[in-house]
């Protein structure tokens, strides 16, 4: 399949309810999800997830959001043709005038070249332990790897 492409200025926007299913996306998401609007509104976020994506990464996203946290995240996506995107994605809760967590909000750019060439074999390395392993077996690897770098995901995922 087919890499697809962004401009660096071009930025893809996308909302979810609590339970992850769509209620927004820009132009640019639409288009490279490959989804016409009224077939991705309310469907899960994760019909554009690819299957080389660890699940160790969502875990850590998902883990860090109940904490009412923002998190930032290297991903790569499927469109619907079954080519593939990848982005640096910040994800932040929405809240209602209460406080309460009402849905995420999902600003994704471009990767630079520096980090993919960062990610990629990390991404391969989590995938791998997670197939013979479970992702117990990756969640190790990662956890490792942030020990010898800071600690904190979020200061190794920025530091590229």
Known sequence: MAELKFAEDEIIVSKTDIHGKITYGNELFLKLAGY?????????????????MPKIIFKLLWDTLKQKKEIYAYVINKSKSGDFYWVFANVTPSYDNK??????YS??????????????????????????????ASEKILHDLLEKNGGRYDKFILSF
């Open 99 to 104: 406080g309460k967590v009402v849905g995420y």
């Open 36 to 52: 016409a609007e009224k077939d991705i509104l309310h469907a899960p976020h994760n019909i554009v997830r690819h299957p080389e």
């Open 107 to 136: 600003v994704r750019r471009k990767p630079t070249e520096k980090a993919l060439h960062i990610i990629k074999p990390l991404y391969k390395q989590l995938l791998s332990a997670e197939k013979s392993g479970g992702i117990s």
